[in-house]
């Protein structure tokens, strides 16, 4: 079967929409416990690296130590592509683009 929802569909699913000059970042299962959120938007002139865009998400949240924790080891999607083992610093993360962390899941 193949998925035909788009990042946008997704977000509306999640609480919001994409708007331009925006990152929208989703938050899932522990990382949203531990940031007390499930979205974070933030408002970007241009692009930025995903580092970037974590540093952000944890600076909104004081540095939060379990927050850090959790995404630290996340699968990371940027619209619908998996990040995998590319460094964060060369991942590209434009305004418009959705972010989401998704922490390890049991048996998966």
Known sequence: MTSTSTS???????????????IAVHLWAAARA?????????????????????????????GDARLQQVLGVCSVLVDDRPTGTTDHAEVVVRPGQAVQ????????
């Open 8 to 22: 946008a569909d997704r977000d509306a699913a999640h609480g919001g929409v994409v708007t331009p000059g925006v």
């Open 34 to 62: 531990a940031a007390g959120t499930a979205r974070a938007d933030l408002s970007v002139e241009g692009p930025l690296s995903l580092a970037e865009v974590t540093a952000a998400v944890l600076g909104e949240h004081g």
């Open 101 to 108: 962390y998704l922490p390890p899941f049991a048996g998966g």
